[in-house]
């Protein structure tokens, strides 16, 4: 490839390299919405009490852009994958004993709040030595210690970085740090640690980034963007920046210096927790909010196999213990029957209320037209269309009755 085709990709690329600040904006009816999707799922029986929640279920309208059908697959979708993979298990039981190792092969973690409260998420994958990392680990466990780190944001990080900015957060930003990476990085295990936790953050923690800094980007790794993204849906790349080595503006527009490590520009450096990576620091290990967030069950050992039922007998146990507000299957069959009916009904009402109408204005006809010494064959065309319009009215009035009828047993 010469120097003109890498210049005109380039250009290419970076017109589909953009920032977007997340919407938080739902439709002007967006509590009908939210209400209407949970009213979908109730008639189902698919809504767990405690996946529920009005953030979980508006975070699935938002993925599926508030089409109420996908929305309802891509949230039962992901109620299926949390009973197969057993998610609750992994959250309060999965020991990383290799934490402080794989840390040292791969940098990441959680660290502070950007200007707006939200919590700030960061990786150095320039830094990162995947054999070395494979040594510490394996694909399996970090997915699994990726997912209890995803459950411990929703359930304590969000909650905190709420309580502390006094406002709803519900959403990360994130910098990856890219200084040194290209195509020749992207190796097959590479390739399938990425799809794994790409394909999990998209179908089972949606809309939770706010927006994606990558920084220290080369040319490499702009080539090796151009085939990452394929991966990405659109609203994911709407959020996304890619920067090179001047990047320090962009993140102090977001980020206060005393909050971004100095490793990135800022002025922190976490010296007592070991450096800023290994710090997990943020308002969820403040004491005075930690007390106002609800802190996880101990689950001991002789619980786990009880445990372990219940979330795979999750289905039947939600519809027991909702029983009290739940519209069963049948009902809800019974009633799109009722509805059914009730629409058949109406059109013979309406066609026997025309016939009626076209009887009563060829008798006002008549009536008009006979005169005092009218004929005995007149009268009797008369009376004749009186019993005609008599049958009609009559089958007008007991179509209605019939209906209304109906109704009151629905």
Not at 112 to 132: C, F, H, N, Q, S
Not at 338 to 353: C, G, P, Y
Request: charged residues 25%; contains cysteine; proline residues 4%.
């Amino acid at each position: 490839m010469n120097d003109r085709s890498l210049q005109m990709m380039m250009q290419e690329t970076e017109r589909d390299i953009h920032i977007s600040h997340e919407d938080d904006s739902l439709p002007n009816n967006n509590e009908d919405m939210v209400e209407a999707f949970r009213n979908l799922l109730l008639l189902h029986g698919n809504l767990p009490t405690k996946h529920g929640d009005h953030n979980t279920l508006r975070r699935f309208l938002k993925m599926r852009d508030f089409d109420l059908e996908k929305s309802k697959d891509a949230f039962l979708n992901y109620i299926k994958w949390r009973v197969d993979y057993k998610v609750d298990l992994i959250s309060q039981t999965f020991k990383f004993e290799e934490y402080g190792e794989v840390k040292k092969h791969y940098p990441h973690g959680f660290h502070k709040v950007d200007k707006t409260g939200r919590p700030i998420y960061i990786e150095r994958l320039g830094m990162a030595d995947l054999t070395a990392f494979l040594k510490a680990t394996t694909i399996d466990r970090y997915v699994k210690y990726h997912i209890k780190e995803q459950e411990k944001t929703l359930r304590f990080r969000y909650p905190a970085c709420s309580i502390a900015a006094d406002k709803h957060v519900s959403s990360t930003t994130t910098i990856l740090d890219v200084s040194g990476i290209g195509m020749s990085n992207f190796s097959k295990p590479a390739r399938s640690l990425f799809m794994e936790i790409q394909k999990i953050d998209s179908n089972y923690y949606p809309e939770t980034l706010h927006r994606l800094f990558v920084v220290n980007a080369s040319s490499g790794f702009r080539m090796l963007w151009l085939a990452l993204k394929t991966f990405l849906d659109a609203r994911t790349l709407a959020k996304v920046q890619v920067l090179g080595p001047n990047y320090l503006g962009e993140l102090l527009e977001a980020i206060d210096p005393s909050n971004l490590p100095t490793f990135l520009g800022g002025n922190c450096t976490c010296s007592d927790h070991g450096g800023c990576l290994f710090s997990d620091e943020g308002p969820w290990n403040d004491p005075d909010i930690k007390e106002k967030i609800q802190e996880p069950s101990t689950i001991g050992d002789a619980e786990l196999e009880s445990m372990d039922k219940v979330t795979e007998n999750a289905p039947a146990n939600q519809k027991e213990s909702s029983g009290k507000i739940m519209i069963t299957l049948e009902k809800y069959a019974a009633l799109k029957t009722a509805v059914k009916d009730s629409h058949k009904r109406i059109e013979m009402l309406e066609v026997s209320l025309h016939e009626t109408k076209k009887v009563l204005n060829g008798l006002a006809e008549i009536i008009e037209a006979i005169q005092p010494n009218q004929t005995y064959s007149q009268m009797q065309t008369g009376l004749e269309l009186c019993g005609i319009l008599r049958t009609t009215a009559i089958n007008a009035i007991m179509c209605r009755a019939n209906l209304s009828h109906m109704q009151l047993h629905v």
